[in-house]
T-cell receptor, first 112, second 112 residues
Framework: NAGVTQTPKFRVLKTGQSMTLLCAQD?????MYWYRQDPGMGLRLIHY???????AKGEVPDGYNVSRLKKQNFLLGLESAAPSQTSVYFC???????????FGPGTRLLVL | SQQGEEDPQALSIQEGENATMNCSYK?????LQWYRQNSGRGLVHLIL?????REKHSGRLRVTLDTSKKSSSLLITASRAADTASYFC????????????FGDGTTLTVKP
């Protein structure tokens, strides 16, 4: 099992550009999450999904959109990137809502 | 609002010593989880303790939970240089889609 994978690993964007981050999991987990982590801080939840075709807002959803068309994939989109979105983005998944989350390796995003 | 808050923010010890870090939270929870993050990497799950449990062990790790004080502690015994990492607690409340709320973490440095 690959677990949770994220692509790309690193990306540089100019202000106003758009991009999509891809998260994939091969553990048949229902729940998937997108977090951002700023330097010296913990993770903040952006959006999450409780199953295929569902999405919901987390703590800091503004400026991001998500889609869960397939159970194994969870996409995070930035329509018009801003420097404030410079961060490390982590995807995670879990089997049940109370259980352990398995994290991907992260995507480092720099917005100039 | 931040649910889990770790204390201390930073901890530096010698190899072989024990390391204790604490987590406080504000509202009732279903479980509390501890994660480790090595520099530049994703989070790795260490241990989950449920609200009806008071103590759990896993190898050199010991976690306690005091729901009356809304606090948890993580003890790492006989620390090693490889334990150098940031440690985060995450609280889970259900129903809430199992969203975990992470603190800002404790940065542990173990000197050889």
């Amino acid at each position: 099992n690959a677990g949770v994978t994220q692509t790309p690993k690193f990306r540089v964007l100019k202000t106003g550009q758009s991009m999509t981050l891809l998260c994939a999991q091969d553990m048949n987990h229902e729940y998937m999450y997108w977090y951002r982590q700023d330097p010296g801080m913990g993770l903040r939840l952006i959006h999450y999904s409780v199953g295929e075709g569902t999405t919901a807002k987390g703590e800091v959803p503004d400026g991001y959109n998500v889609s869960r068309l397939k159970k194994q994939n969870f996409l995070l989109g930035l329509e018009s990137a801003a420097p404030s979105q410079t961060s490390v983005y982590f995807c995670a998944s879990s089997y049940l809502e109370k259980e352990t989350q398995y994290f991907g390796p992260g995507t480092r995003l720099l917005v100039l | 609002s931040q649910q889990g808050e770790e204390d201390p923010q930073a901890l530096s010890i010698q190899e072989g010593e024990n390391a204790t870090m604490n987590c406080s939270y504000k509202t009732s929870i279903n479980n509390l989880q501890w994660y480790r993050q090595n520099s530049g990497r994703g989070l790795v799950h260490l241990i989950l303790i449920r609200s009806n449990e008071r103590e759990k062990h896993s190898g050199r790790l010991r976690v306690t939970l005091d729901t009356s004080k809304k606090s948890s502690s993580l003890l790492i015994t006989a620390s090693r240089a490889a334990d150098t990492a940031s440690y985060f607690c995450a609280t889970v409340r259900v129903p809430n889609a199992g969203k975990s709320t992470f603190g800002d973490g404790t940065t542990l440095t173990v000197k050889p």
